[in-house]
């Protein structure tokens, strides 16, 4: 009987807070061109003229300045997640990222060598979709199964942006904070944008966002 396995992705990080790793990182990110969606002449122009010059040094200044003593905060927070989840299933569940170590591809790769493994659920943990997240993690894998002719089926789980039970752990972990007599005066919201272009080509029905005008103030399927 054939196995099931998990993986779970992210965004990614560089290797260590430093100028040579965060340039291979930002050009591994950048030349996606489902993060830049222009030509790859143009992208490559924009990259290695106006970015990898310059943005490396700031960056790796900024990513010193966040930096764990375990190691990039994203990796870690999401090693940790695999590990509770890992605590909750008997399937083998690995990590990978879209960018830098883990790859995609390596961690592919080590779950389809376990015996029996023959479907994999691609776990993106981004609640919404857009094609700089979800996409190009998916084609990321799929490619990967192609080019090393894995007998393994893909399955990918979709956004899970309304699923009541995201929505309630968002709820539990923020509840605290502004709750009535908390101590803040003001709640700061900050969020990763993208382009309106992305939004547009992602989202043509509109279902995924500004679903009502105060959809940051009740726990709605919008979250």
């Known amino acids: 009987m054939q196995k099931r396995a998990v993986l779970l992705t992210n965004l990614g990080s560089p290797d260590r807070p430093d100028v040579p790793a965060v340039r291979r990182y930002l050009n591994q990110f950048l030349m996606d061109p489902y993060v830049i ?21 700031e960056s790796a200044h900024a990513y010193q300045s966040i930096w764990w003593e375990e190691g990039s905060p994203l990796i870690v927070l999401s090693q940790r997640l695999l590990e509770a989840v890992r605590k909750k299933t008997d399937v083998p569940v690995a990590l990978a990222m879209r960018y830098g170590k883990p790859a995609i591809e390596d961690q592919l790769l080590s779950l389809a060598r376990i015996d029996n493994v023959g479907e994999i659920l691609l776990v993106p943990l981004y609640p919404h979709y857009a094609d700089s997240t979800v996409k190009t993690t998916i084609e990321e894998a799929r490619d990967v199964i192609e080019r090393h002719k894995l007998d393994v089926k893909l399955n990918v789980l979709q956004p899970f942006y309304e699923d009541l039970s995201y929505i309630e752990a968002l709820v539990a972990s923020t509840s605290p904070w502004i709750s009535q007599g908390s101590d803040f005066d003001h709640v700061l919201f900050s969020y990763h944008g993208l382009p309106e272009s992305h939004l547009k080509t992602a989202d043509p029905t509109g279902n995924h966002c500004l679903q009502s005008p105060d959809c940051c103030q009740v726990a709605s399927p919008a979250h």
């Open 37 to 57: 969606q222009l030509p790859w002449v143009l992208r490559r122009l924009i990259v290695g003229l106006f970015v990898l010059p310059f943005r490396p040094k």
